[in-house]
């Protein structure tokens, strides 16, 4: 009687612990401010495949939407508030909460680098003192900007010219005499169409599923920055975790992360396929090039001077490094 009644209590001991287990089990609400069929939400997709199908009992990932769901530049208050957990983005939609981010694009220093020299720690520390949120990982690394336009360039003054852009390359446009305009992605090809605008910044891979090398004549070489596009979550929802879910979501991201190196040969193959659909390759001389990409980076620093007096000097330490 005394057995059983000991298995029958240890029986009731293990559901309590398994219902336990299954009761810590969390789920992340994500977004991507990418469209969900997009290059730059296809590296998303597979880490969300990946944390939900080895992390039952962990970690789960419910991914509500893409723009359609929150628009771009609401995803950083919407992290900073907590109605959504986890976003797919880049820092440059939430640079009017952290202007410090944008150092993550006009950094030439790959993420590894970063996270060796403490330039990791010091953005992480930032986004959490300032919008109550948490950097966990970078999945893009070493791709470019660049110039995509109807209207020929030959010099570093565009004057004239009216570009699509975003906060990081703003005063590099108007640096170079050109009249920036904030359109969201979904946009873009209605505003080349119409006129709106002439041109548009955008990484070297991209424009194809976009649509928009139907309307575009040119690519400026060279290109400029790094692109950055990486994982953010609320920072209370990071700190919830218990150490067995931030160490397998630690995990996932460095996985995530060695990903990153396949880029280039990305970015090669689509200019290839955008230039044989009409989009040519207008490549500056080098005087030119060479000015057109310090006014890039100095206009660029020149912001976060303004904007960070406490961390300008730290950031450009652990970030810069651009030679024209």
Same mark, same amino acid.
């Given at each position: 009687?005394?057995?059983?009644?000991?298995?029958?209590?240890?029986?009731?001991?293990?559901?309590?612990?398994?219902?336990?287990?299954?009761?810590?089990?969390?789920?992340?609400?994500?977004?991507?401010?990418?469209?969900?069929?997009?290059?730059?939400?296809?590296?998303?997709? !597979?880490?969300?495949?990946?944390?939900?199908?080895?992390?039952?009992?962990?970690?789960?990932?419910?991914?509500?939407?893409?723009?359609?769901?929150?628009?771009?530049?609401?995803?950083?208050?919407?992290?900073?508030?907590?109605?959504?957990?986890?976003?797919?983005?880049?820092?440059?939609?939430?640079?009017?909460?952290?202007?410090?981010?944008?150092?993550?694009?006009?950094?030439?220093?790959?993420?590894?680098?970063?996270?060796?020299?403490?330039?990791?720690?010091?953005?992480?520390?930032?986004?959490?003192?300032?919008?109550?949120?948490?950097?966990?990982?970078?999945?893009?690394?070493?791709?470019?900007?660049?110039?995509?336009?109807?209207?020929?360039?030959?010099?570093?003054?565009?004057?004239?010219?009216?570009?699509?852009?975003?906060?990081?390359?703003?005063?590099?446009?108007?640096?170079?005499?050109?009249?920036?305009?904030?359109?969201?992605?979904?946009?873009?090809?209605?505003?080349?169409?119409?006129?709106?605008?002439?041109?548009?910044?955008?990484?070297?891979?991209?424009?194809?599923?976009?649509?928009?090398?139907?309307?575009?004549?040119?690519?400026?070489?060279?290109?400029?920055?790094?692109?950055?596009?990486?994982?953010?979550?609320?920072?209370?929802?990071?700190?919830?975790?218990?150490?067995? !879910?931030?160490?397998?979501?630690?995990?996932?991201?460095?996985?995530?992360?060695?990903?990153?190196?396949?880029?280039?040969?990305?970015?090669?193959?689509?200019?290839?396929?955008?230039?044989?659909?009409?989009?040519?390759?207008?490549?500056?001389?080098?005087?030119?090039?060479?000015?057109?990409?310090?006014?890039?980076?100095?206009?660029?620093?020149?912001?976060?001077?303004?904007?960070?007096?406490?961390?300008?000097? !730290?950031?450009?330490?652990?970030?810069?490094?651009?030679?024209?």
């Amino acid at each position: 009687m005394v057995h059983k009644t000991t298995r029958v209590v240890a029986a009731a001991l293990l559901a309590m612990g398994m219902a336990g287990a299954q009761a810590a089990e969390v789920t992340l609400k994500a977004v991507s401010v990418f469209t969900m069929d997009t290059f730059f939400t296809k590296r998303f997709k !597979q880490f969300v495949e990946k944390v939900n199908t080895e992390g039952k009992g962990l970690v789960q990932i419910n991914v509500i939407g893409g723009p359609e769901a929150i628009p771009p530049f609401e995803v950083g208050n919407a992290l900073r508030s907590g109605v959504i957990d986890f976003a797919n983005t880049t820092a440059v939609f939430h640079a009017n909460l952290v202007p410090e981010a944008l150092a993550l694009t006009l950094t030439e220093k790959p993420m590894s680098e970063l996270r060796q020299n403490g330039g990791y720690e010091l953005m992480d520390k930032i986004h959490r003192e300032k919008a109550n949120i948490t950097w966990l990982a970078r999945t893009t690394d070493g791709l470019q900007y660049h110039i995509y336009t109807n209207k020929p360039v030959t010099s570093a003054d565009l004057s004239g010219f009216k570009l699509r852009g975003v906060p990081v390359y703003l005063s590099f446009f108007r640096e170079i005499g050109a009249t920036p305009l904030q359109i969201p992605p979904g946009e873009v090809y209605t505003a080349l169409e119409r006129g709106v605008v002439d041109g548009y910044g955008w990484p070297s891979v991209g424009v194809m599923e976009m649509g928009w090398h139907e309307k575009t004549k040119y690519r400026v070489e060279p290109g400029f920055y790094n692109v950055e596009v990486g994982f953010f979550m609320n920072q209370k929802s990071w700190e919830k975790l218990d150490e067995e !879910q931030k160490a397998f979501m630690r995990k996932q991201i460095e996985w995530m992360e060695s990903q990153n190196v396949t880029e280039h040969q990305m970015a090669i193959d689509e200019k290839a396929a955008t230039e044989q659909a009409g989009v040519q390759a207008l490549v500056l001389e080098p005087d030119v090039a060479r000015a057109l990409r310090t006014k890039a980076y100095e206009s660029g620093w020149a912001g976060i001077d303004k904007s960070s007096p406490k961390y300008a000097a !730290q950031l450009r330490e652990l970030f810069g490094g651009y030679q024209p």
